[in-house]
């Protein structure tokens, strides 16, 4: 450690405000634990839950007094660090989440950033809209959406959620609250979107929702025999899907390497269905409470302990694929919300990895690279004996915002359960599929990182595209107020 | 901004020694820095405390006096937010003035209570309330086999250890439900300045030699630990003798 000299002065004492320290005494209440979503790490900080821009803007000032930073937390969806910040404040937007104007005529939509994804399509559905990017999960709120400009499985027909993005207000640290469109204040509106919640809050988010004419999509289940085939069929039915996103096997290694399904959608065209107020319906939308009628989805993560072990996940992964390749070409008709919201299928399924939490390991390739690398990412995991318990590739394009990991490309998402006993080995095994990243002229995603060095982040983002975004922090809150362990691990480490 | 921020894959476990300037608590420093632990060493006098921290990278001294308790909360947020969070908290400071068995001296006795019970409380309760937020962590007091009996040679000191074990009890007590330890350490005769005015000794151990013990005993997250282990049977014993017996024995 440098400077191991505490601060004293001439009496031999610490230069300590304890005013200072006495202010904080107020807020004991208010310290929290905040985890990352993936439960392998967490962060202790004072958790404020402002319901309006006017206590917003006190967090502010209390942070001004009290020196303390502040970290935006949304819905907490983050695999990671990137929503807590320890030792700091926390702004839990959760509350923050009224719908401000909705036109269902033009389909768009006014709400401060706390609404979440479910609020959201629950909000517009009935009225035939629903929203133009979905997450994996509907907790999420379109503030974190907003910050991280999330992908959706149509990533690579309608971008991130930044593009559907009209206009947003952002309060500064300094209190101050400025209107960003593409053509006014378009600086930040390209950095604040994809920033992270480093340049400031969003107060509100205007939002282009996109026009259904069925409460349903239509489903095609198709089994891929190794990764080379899912490419192929990938490529065979880009052009004609709505959504696309395959499922990979992590286990499966030789001639089945990458071997799994695609999901392919596609929206019903006006008139098709011939009762969309019905399916519409909000209650037509939402998951049951129990599967197969009888079996409460909350007790499902129990049973799947079974297979969150190398063994269990073999056999786990077998069987789906086997049924997967039975059945493969078969159609079905499946309400919006229980196509996109596949992580809130099964209630807390995360706790079925145990104590030690997951991470999720997220690479984003060129699309001429791509295959190439994940076959390599792929049998690198397997050599180490880490084998993802859940991989999901996925097709982009490119977008104009300037912290942006979106390309022209794949990206293939890796969980990893996470112990006490391979935090070490999966630290070792990223350090190589980093570079296998890099060599292919990868990217990474704040959302899903656990591991990104400062290194890695220059050499994928460019020094200059970095050296741009800390000029706007440095602009915008001058004295580093925002900050979480993100920031600071990932851009504040030399 | 801490020191090194921290990466979720990669924790380090992060220690408070307070009373690190010298005999056990300078032991304790130099064990847990021997492990990886990032440890903030805290104590009165600058030099010694420097000393013990310069071999070690991951060391961080810091001066401070346990009975100024106000400045107590502001130290603790600095540390915590320079080691980037906090999993073990020792306290070691203790004092043990010469006192003849004629003596009744306030002062004396007013100095052990502030530093040896008075302090502990101030730095053990930050502390638990992080802890018990968190639901886990381990607190840990340095109290002595002085604190199962009232013996007739220290009045003082047997208080003060008598109270610091209760204490660190009832936070076991409190805190246990919620995934926290705490661990009461009670050594028999460490090798360290207090010895000097202890009449007659023996079964010492020397302050390395104790660190160690301790420290394993951190690791197995035990509740109270002698040091040595057989002093728990000494005491046992010692503890159940009747009064009308034991005012009239010299132990």
Same mark, same amino acid.
């Given at each position: 450690?440098?400077?191991?000299?505490?601060?004293?002065?001439?009496?031999?004492?610490?230069?300590?405000?304890?005013?200072?320290?006495?202010?904080?005494?107020?807020?004991?209440?208010?310290?929290?634990?905040?985890?990352?979503?993936?439960?392998?790490?967490?962060?202790?900080?004072?958790?404020?839950?402002?319901?309006?821009?006017?206590?917003?803007?006190?967090?502010?000032?209390?942070?001004?007094?009290?020196?303390?930073? @502040?970290?935006?937390?949304?819905?907490?969806?983050?695999?990671?660090?990137?929503?807590?910040?320890?030792?700091?404040?926390?702004?839990?937007?959760?509350?923050?989440?009224?719908?401000?104007?909705?036109?269902?005529?033009?389909?768009?939509?006014?709400?401060?950033?706390?609404?979440?994804?479910?609020?959201?399509?629950?909000?517009?559905?009935?009225?035939?809209?629903?929203?133009?990017?979905?997450?994996? #999960?509907?907790?999420?709120?379109?503030?974190?959406?907003?910050?991280?400009?999330?992908?959706?499985?149509?990533?690579?027909?309608?971008?991130?959620?930044?593009?559907?993005?009209?206009?947003?207000?952002?309060?500064?640290?300094?209190?101050?609250?400025?209107?960003?469109?593409?053509?006014?204040?378009?600086?930040? +509106?390209?950095?604040?979107?994809?920033?992270?919640?480093?340049?400031?809050? +969003?107060?509100?988010?205007?939002?282009?929702?996109?026009?259904?004419?069925?409460?349903?999509?239509?489903?095609?289940?198709?089994?891929?025999?190794?990764?080379?085939?899912?490419?192929?069929? +990938?490529?065979?039915?880009?052009?004609?899907?709505?959504?696309?996103?395959?499922?990979?096997?992590?286990?499966?290694?030789?001639?089945?390497?990458?071997?799994?399904? @695609?999901?392919? &959608?596609?929206?019903?065209?006006?008139?098709?269905?011939?009762?969309?107020?019905?399916?519409?319906?909000?209650?037509?939308?939402?998951?049951?409470?129990?599967?197969?009628?009888?079996?409460?989805?909350?007790?499902?993560?129990?049973?799947?302990?079974?297979?969150?072990?190398?063994?269990?996940?073999?056999?786990?992964?077998?069987?789906?694929?086997?049924?997967?390749?039975?059945?493969?070409?078969?159609? @079905?008709?499946?309400?919006?919300?229980?196509?996109?919201?596949?992580?809130?299928?099964?209630?807390?399924?995360?706790?079925?990895?145990?104590?030690?939490?997951?991470?999720?390991?997220?690479?984003?390739?060129?699309?001429?690279? &791509?295959?190439?690398?994940?076959?390599?990412?792929?049998?690198?995991?397997?050599?180490?004996?880490?084998?993802?318990?859940?991989?999901?590739?996925?097709?982009?394009?490119?977008?104009?915002?300037?912290?942006?990991?979106?390309?022209?490309?794949?990206?293939?998402?890796?969980?990893?359960?996470? #112990?006490?006993?391979?935090?070490?080995?999966?630290?070792?095994?990223?350090?190589?599929?980093?570079?296998?990243?890099?060599?292919?002229?990868?990217?990474?995603?704040?959302?899903?990182?656990?591991?990104?060095?400062?290194?890695?982040?220059?050499?994928?983002?460019?020094?200059?595209?970095?050296?741009?975004?800390?000029?706007?922090?440095?602009?915008?809150?001058?004295?580093?107020?925002?900050?979480?362990?993100?920031?600071?691990?990932?851009?504040?480490?030399? | 901004?801490?020191?090194?921020? /921290?990466?979720? !894959?990669?924790?380090?476990?992060?220690? $408070?020694?307070?009373?690190?300037?010298?005999? !056990?608590?300078?032991? !304790?420093?130099?064990?847990?820095?021997?492990?990886?632990?990032?440890?903030?060493?805290?104590?009165?006098?600058?030099?010694?405390?420097?000393?013990?921290?310069?071999?070690?990278?991951?060391?961080?001294?810091?001066?401070?006096?346990?009975?100024?308790?106000?400045?107590?909360?502001?130290?603790?947020?600095?540390?915590?937010?320079?080691?980037?969070?906090?999993? !073990?908290?020792?306290?070691?400071?203790?004092?043990?003035?010469?006192?003849?068995?004629?003596?009744?001296?306030?002062?004396?006795?007013?100095?052990?209570?502030?530093?040896?019970?008075?302090?502990?409380?101030?730095?053990?309760?930050?502390?638990?309330?992080?802890?018990?937020?968190?639901?886990?962590?381990?607190?840990?007091?340095?109290?002595?086999?002085?604190?199962?009996?009232?013996?007739?040679?220290?009045?003082?000191?047997?208080? /003060?250890?008598?109270?610091? /074990?209760?204490?660190?009890?009832? *936070?076991?007590?409190? *805190?246990?439900?919620?995934?926290?330890?705490?661990?009461?350490?009670?050594?028999?005769?460490?090798?360290?300045?207090?010895?000097?005015?202890?009449?007659?000794?023996?079964?010492?151990?020397?302050?390395?030699?104790?660190?160690?013990? $301790?420290?394993?005993?951190?690791?197995?997250?035990?509740?109270?630990?002698?040091?040595?282990?057989?002093?728990?049977?000494?005491?046992?014993?010692?503890?159940?003798?009747?009064?009308?017996?034991?005012?009239?024995?010299?132990?």
């Amino acid at each position: 450690m440098q400077d191991k000299q505490y601060n004293v002065d001439e009496l031999g004492m610490p230069q300590l405000s304890v005013a200072l320290s006495k202010e904080l005494k107020r807020f004991d209440g208010r310290l929290e634990d905040v985890p990352a979503w993936g439960g392998a790490s967490s962060g202790m900080g004072w958790v404020f839950r402002p319901i309006n821009t006017d206590q917003l803007a006190e967090v502010f000032a209390i942070a001004h007094k009290t020196d303390l930073s @502040i970290g935006l937390r949304g819905g907490g969806n983050s695999y990671g660090d990137a929503a807590y910040n320890s030792n700091g404040i926390v702004l839990d937007l959760c509350r923050f989440n009224r719908v401000l104007d909705w036109n269902p005529e033009t389909g768009v939509i006014r709400a401060e950033p706390g609404l979440t994804i479910h609020q959201l399509w629950e909000y517009t559905v009935e009225d035939g809209w629903w929203p133009p990017v979905a997450t994996g #999960t509907a907790k999420t709120t379109l503030g974190g959406c907003a910050a991280m400009n999330v992908h959706g499985k149509n990533a690579f027909k309608v971008g991130p959620i930044g593009d559907h993005i009209l206009e947003f207000d952002l309060m500064l640290p300094s209190g101050e609250i400025i209107t960003c469109r593409r053509n006014e204040n378009s600086d930040i +509106f390209f950095a604040a979107i994809g920033g992270f919640g480093m340049l400031g809050c +969003f107060t509100s988010i205007t939002l282009q929702m996109k026009r259904v004419y069925s409460g349903l999509l239509d489903v095609v289940a198709l089994a891929s025999t190794d990764l080379s085939v899912m490419f192929e069929q +990938f490529r065979a039915l880009l052009p004609t899907s709505d959504y696309l996103v395959g499922w990979v096997d992590g286990v499966a290694s030789g001639n089945g390497l990458g071997r799994g399904q @695609i999901h392919k &959608a596609n929206y019903l065209e006006k008139g098709v269905d011939p009762y969309p107020e019905q399916s519409l319906r909000v209650d037509n939308q939402n998951l049951g409470d129990t599967i197969f009628g009888i079996v409460p989805r909350s007790i499902i993560w129990q049973g799947m302990r079974l297979f969150t072990n190398n063994y269990g996940l073999r056999a786990a992964n077998l069987g789906k694929y086997a049924v997967s390749y039975a059945t493969s070409g078969s159609k @079905i008709r499946q309400p919006h919300a229980q196509f996109h919201f596949l992580l809130d299928y099964v209630p807390n399924w995360k706790k079925s990895y145990g104590g030690g939490g997951l991470i999720q390991y997220q690479p984003f390739i060129p699309r001429d690279s &791509a295959e190439n690398a994940f076959k390599t990412i792929l049998r690198t995991t397997q050599r180490h004996d880490l084998p993802t318990y859940l991989g999901v590739l996925k097709r982009h394009r490119p977008d104009a915002f300037l912290m942006t990991h979106g390309l022209d490309g794949f990206s293939l998402a890796l969980d990893f359960r996470i #112990t006490q006993a391979n935090r070490q080995r999966i630290v070792r095994m990223v350090r190589e599929l980093d570079e296998i990243v890099l060599d292919a002229g990868g990217r990474f995603y704040p959302a899903k990182d656990s591991t990104l060095r400062p290194s890695v982040a220059t050499a994928y983002l460019g020094a200059d595209t970095i050296a741009r975004f800390r000029e706007l922090k440095q602009r915008y809150d001058p004295d580093s107020v925002l900050q979480t362990n993100l920031w600071r691990r990932v851009f504040m480490t030399p | 901004m801490p020191v090194q921020p /921290s990466r979720p !894959l990669e924790p380090k476990q992060r220690a $408070i020694v307070v009373g690190a300037s010298s005999g !056990l608590g300078a032991a !304790l420093v130099s064990t847990l820095a021997q492990k990886g632990v990032l440890v903030a060493a805290v104590a009165r006098r600058r030099e010694q405390l420097e000393a013990v921290c310069t071999p070690f990278e991951n060391a961080r001294p810091y001066v401070h006096d346990v009975t100024n308790y106000e400045e107590v909360p502001a130290l603790f947020q600095q540390i915590v937010s320079d080691l980037d969070g906090l999993d !073990l908290i020792i306290y070691c400071a203790g004092i043990q003035p010469a006192v003849a068995l004629d003596e009744y001296d306030f002062q004396k006795d007013r100095a052990m209570m502030e530093t040896n019970v008075i302090g502990a409380m101030a730095w053990l309760n930050e502390a638990a309330l992080r802890f018990h937020r968190a639901q886990r962590g381990h607190i840990v007091g340095i109290s002595s086999i002085a604190g199962d009996r009232g013996r007739a040679a220290f009045p003082g000191y047997h208080t /003060s250890k008598a109270a610091l /074990s209760t204490f660190l009890e009832s *936070l076991r007590n409190r *805190l246990a439900k919620r995934g926290v330890t705490v661990t009461t350490i009670k050594p028999g005769f460490v090798d360290t300045v207090l010895l000097e005015n202890a009449p007659k000794t023996f079964w010492v151990v020397s302050p390395d030699d104790a660190a160690q013990r $301790i420290v394993a005993a951190i690791e197995k997250r035990e509740q109270t630990v002698y040091v040595i282990g057989r002093w728990r049977w000494v005491m046992l014993i010692i503890r159940h003798v009747p009064s009308f017996i034991f005012r009239r024995t010299s132990i």
